[in-house]
Every structure is written in structure tokens, then in C-alpha cells.
């Protein structure tokens, strides 16, 4: 079946630093990718998606390529900000599964 | 303004006693999706429901129900069968099921005294 892999945490950064969490995943056919943000205490929110192979998704700083041959999704935002600090989830949806598989989650706290 | 709204926020009950979480959307979507979510662990599903009258169960359904009678309204109730139910609730929509993209309520948190 379908899963989705992700860099362990948590991940402690200091501001202004440079951000990368690793997602990598399986599926048939040719999935959708997802990048979804947890603020505490909140539901998942959608930050960037990529629909097809080398598509790039970009949303308030951050970005990720879809890599098919890496089968890779990774999550990259150039100066972090201490509001960036919440939990990040990898997720694929696939049309033969017609259902989400998320990663477990990374959690970034950013320092000041 | 459209979205998801689930109630209670928070939720305490007894052990044995059968809980009810409401889901409310007015997007318009057809599909709609309860997850269940513990702490520092990722998300699970529990159900799904792709059309009214039809919902199907997910990767953890035991001790859970669910109906959805209105396209806007996707309830899940906790019975006592679910040996854990102290949790984060989850619930999401989607345009259609091959539309992935989710839209996620506030959640509901879920104590067992």
C-alpha cells in the first residue's frame, strides 16, 4: 500500500537558519503530494502542494519538488522565523487509494 | 466564511459511556474524513465517507460509528468498545475523493476519566 516516510525529529533550529525536512514516500501511479502545518492546540492546515512529477509547490517561503525519480518530497524554506515553529506533515493522495497517507510528522521548534 | 467546524473543543467522559463528535461543512464537498491523532504519532484514519448514505471504514474503525444522512454533517461517535478513546479528533473534507487536497476542522480533544 501507500506510505509516506519522514525525517525524524524534533528538529531545533535558531532563526534565520536554513530549513529541510525529508519526506519520501510510496504509491501507485502517479500520486499528488502534500505538505500540511499543525500550529499547537490546531487542526493541519495546507501549506504547498505539487500535483505532478518536477512540479514545485511554494507557499510563504517554503518550497517543495516533486522528485518521481527520488520518489522525494521535500520541505525547504531558505530563513526560518519563530512562527514557523509547529509540526509539519508529508502526505500523499493517490486516485487508486481515493485516501490521504501522511508521514508521522516533524516537529520544528525555530529559537530566537 | 466556509470551513469545517467541529464541537465540543474539549470533551470529558467516563469510561463506558458512548461520545458523540460533530462535523459540520458548508464548502460544498463531497467527501468527508475522520482522523484520529495521539501524541507525537501521525495521523490515522478512522472512516470515510466519499457520498452521502455511504461511508467506509478506515485503518483504525473499531469501536467507532459514523453516519451521513446530510452532505454537510459527518458525525462520529466513540463507543465504549474503543479500548483507548482518549485522543485528538480530527475531521477533514475534500472536493471528491481524488480531489487530495484536505480541509481540516479545529479538532477535538477527546479525555476518558
Known amino acids: 500500500g501507500d506510505s509516506v516516510t519522514q525525517m525524524e525529529g524534533p528538529v531545533t533550529l535558531s532563526e534565520e537558519a536554513f530549513l529541510t525536512i525529508n519526506c519520501t514516500y510510496t504509491a501507485t501511479g502517479y500520486p499528488s503530494l502534500f505538505w500540511y502545518v499543525q500550529y499547537p492546540g490546531e487542526g493541519l492546515q495546507l501549506l504547498l502542494k505539487a500535483t505532478k512529477a518536477d512540479d514545485k509547490g511554494s507557499n510563504k517561503g517554503f518550497e517543495a519538488t516533486y522528485r518521481k525519480e527520488t520518489t522525494s518530497f521535500h520541505l525547504e524554506k531558505g530563513s526560518v522565523q519563530v512562527s514557523d515553529s509547529a509540526v509539519y506533515f508529508c502526505a500523499l493522495s493517490s486516485t487508486n487509494a481515493g485516501k490521504s497517507t501522511f508521514g508521522d510528522g516533524t516537529t520544528l521548534t525555530v529559537k530566537p | 466564511d466556509g470551513g469545517i467546524t467541529q464541537s465540543p473543543k474539549y470533551l470529558f467522559r467516563k469510561e463506558g459511556q458512548n461520545v458523540t463528535l460533530s462535523c459540520e461543512q458548508n464548502l460544498n464537498h463531497d467527501a468527508m474524513y475522520w482522523y484520529r491523532q495521539d501524541p507525537g504519532q501521525g495521523l490515522r484514519l478512522i472512516y470515510y465517507?466519499?457520498?452521502?448514505?455511504?461511508?467506509q471504514k478506515g485503518d483504525i474503525a473499531e469501536g467507532y460509528s459514523v453516519s451521513r444522512e446530510k452532505k454537510e454533517s459527518f458525525p462520529l461517535t466513540v463507543t465504549s468498545a474503543q479500548k483507548n478513546p482518549t485522543a485528538f479528533y480530527l475531521c477533514?473534507?475534500?472536493?471528491?475523493?481524488?480531489?487530495?487536497?484536505?480541509?481540516f476542522g479545529e479538532g477535538s480533544r477527546l479525555t476518558v476519566l
Open positions: 477533514a473534507s475534500s472536493i471528491t475523493q481524488t480531489k487530495g487536497e484536505l480541509f
Open positions: 465517507s466519499q457520498i452521502v448514505n455511504d461511508f
